[in-house]
C-alpha cells in the first residue's frame, strides 16, 4: 500500500510559460515583406434590443411585451478589427519551456521528499515527456491559441522559430484540433526540443511563435476579454485587453490552448461524439459547460492519482502518468491543510 501523503505545504513552477500574445494586422500575400500594424481597440456606443428570456407575465401579455421590448439597450463596448486593407491577422507570442519538474519549488514533507524525485525521474528516463511534448508541439502548429479568430480562418500559417536560430512553418489546417495522430517531421524536430527541455536536457527552450490568419479585409478580430469585478465603476459592458495601446491575448488564454491535451478523462477517447481534448486540470474542469470531468468519486482527479503516484504506486496505465505529470507540468499549489493529512 503507497504511504500517504506527508506535505502539507505542496507546489510546483510552472513549465510551459507563454508571453501575452500581440495582435497585428497585414496584408497575406505581404505577410513575410511588410511590418505589421499594431491593432488597437476601438471604442464603440451601440443600441441594442432586449433578448434575455422574459417571466411568462411578460410573454403571455402583449401589451407587456411590446413595453419590454421598447426600452433601449444600450452599451459601450471596445472592439477591434482589422483595417479596410488588411485581411490578415497576426499574433505573436513567446513560449518558454523549463525542466526541472522532478524537484517542486516547495514541499515539506519529509515522506514525499524522499519518494517523489525517483518516481519523476524514472517517469522522465521511461517517457522522456514525449507524448506531452508531442501533444503541446501538435496545439502550437495548430494554431488552437487563436480561438474565435480561428473560426473561418481561410488560410492559417505558423511560424514558430526555436532559440532564435532554427525556424519551422507549419499549415495549421493540416493539423486536427480533436486528436493529436500525426507523424509530420518538422512537428516531431519541434516536440523533440520541447521534451528535451522538459527532461532537463537543455536548461531552457525559448520558443518564438508568429501566426497569420487571413480572415478578410475589415474584418472583426477578438482579443482577450478583461473581467470586470467592480462593474458599478465601469461604464463599459465589455473591455477588451491591451498592452501599451496594441490588442491583445491573455497569456493564461494561450497556456489553456497549449495544455488543451487531455484525452484520457473518463470517454475523453471518443473522438467521434465526445468533446475532445479538454484542458490540463486537476479535477477537469470546463468552466464553459459546467463541468468537472475527472471526479474524485472515479477517482480520476490529480489528487487521487498524484498520492498513489507519488509513492510508487501503479496507476492503471501510463495515460494517467501523463495526465499526472502533466497537472505538474502546468504548475499549481497542492498541499493540504495538516488537520486532513493525519485522517
Not at 123 to 151: D, H, P, Q
Not at 215 to 223: L, N, S, T
Not at 269 to 285: K, L, M, R, V
Amino acid at each position: 500500500m503507497a504511504t500517504k501523503n506527508d506535505a502539507t505545504v505542496l507546489a510546483f513552477e510552472k513549465k510551459l510559460v507563454p508571453s501575452d500574445g500581440f495582435l497585428y494586422g497585414t496584408l497575406w500575400e505581404e505577410r513575410h515583406k511588410k511590418t505589421p500594424i499594431p491593432l488597437k481597440l476601438n471604442e464603440k456606443s451601440v443600441r441594442g434590443t432586449i433578448s434575455n428570456r422574459l417571466k411568462p407575465a411578460l410573454q403571455n401579455d402583449p401589451l407587456k411585451l411590446n413595453a419590454e421590448v421598447e426600452k433601449p439597450n444600450l452599451q459601450t463596448v471596445d472592439a477591434c478589427a482589422l483595417d479596410e486593407n488588411m485581411d490578415t491577422l497576426k499574433l505573436n507570442f513567446t513560449l518558454k519551456v523549463l525542466g526541472g519538474v522532478e524537484k517542486p519549488s516547495a514541499s515539506n514533507g519529509p515522506n514525499f521528499n524522499a519518494s517523489y524525485p525517483d518516481v519523476a525521474k524514472g517517469y522522465i528516463e521511461r517517457e522522456g515527456f514525449a507524448e506531452l511534448a508531442k501533444r503541446y508541439a501538435i496545439n502550437i502548429a495548430n494554431a488552437r491559441y487563436l480561438w474565435r479568430n480561428r473560426v473561418g480562418a481561410e488560410k492559417i500559417e505558423v511560424v514558430v522559430t526555436i532559440d532564435e536560430t532554427e525556424k519551422l512553418v507549419f499549415d495549421a489546417k493540416q493539423f486536427k484540433l480533436r486528436d493529436f495522430n500525426t507523424d509530420n517531421p518538422d512537428l516531431l524536430k519541434l516536440a523533440g526540443k520541447i521534451a528535451d527541455a522538459l527532461c532537463g536536457k537543455l536548461p531552457y527552450l525559448l520558443i518564438h511563435v508568429e501566426t497569420y490568419a487571413l480572415v478578410g479585409k475589415a474584418q472583426e478580430v477578438y482579443p482577450s476579454e478583461e473581467l470586470v469585478l467592480d462593474k458599478g465603476k465601469s461604464v463599459k459592458s465589455k473591455i477588451l485587453y491591451a498592452v501599451n495601446d496594441v490588442a491583445a491575448m491573455h497569456s493564461q488564454k494561450i497556456g489553456n490552448a497549449l495544455r488543451t491535451i487531455d484525452t484520457w478523462y473518463p470517454g475523453g477517447d471518443d473522438f467521434t461524439n465526445g468533446i475532445g481534448p479538454i484542458a490540463i486540470e486537476p479535477y477537469g474542469a470546463v468552466t464553459n459547460l459546467g463541468k468537472a470531468f475527472r471526479n474524485p468519486k472515479d477517482k480520476a482527479d490529480f489528487y487521487t492519482l498524484f498520492d498513489n503516484f507519488a509513492f510508487g504506486g501503479k496507476l492503471a496505465d501510463k495515460n494517467q502518468e501523463h495526465y499526472v505529470m502533466a497537472v505538474l507540468v502546468r504548475g499549481g499549489v497542492f498541499g493540504q491543510s495538516g488537520k486532513e493529512s493525519k485522517e
